[in-house]
């Protein structure tokens, strides 16, 4: 799978004001309106900070990224995703929101948000 890629399929970012705790590459939530904010372990999110600086973010809020995963092990398919405490994504079938997972391996998936 080394040479598919599936980045930036059906891609939609936008651009919203975050704090300094918010690091390019980890899954976010809406804090207040238009803010976004890290993600607790077990939280659902809303998208993927692909830049932040300067008090703002450019979040991906849908099509196809890839995703740190952190905890456990995710099997290309249907899956219920959720935002895990540092940043990535754990698999989480009592809380998390269902996403279509096209790749996965031990540190990584790529999902359609």
Known sequence: MNNISFEGIGEVVATFACGEEVKAGQVVKLTENGTVGPCTDGEPFCGVALSAQDGHAAV??????????????????????????????????????????????????????
């Open 60 to 113: 991906q809020l849908k099509g196809l990224i890839t995703l740190p995963v952190t905890a456990g092990s995710i099997t290309p398919g249907w899956v219920k995703l959720s935002a895990d405490a540092s940043g990535g994504v754990k698999q989480n079938d009592s809380t998390g929101m269902q996403y279509l997972v096209v790749a996965a391996d031990s540190s990584s998936v790529t999902a359609y948000l």
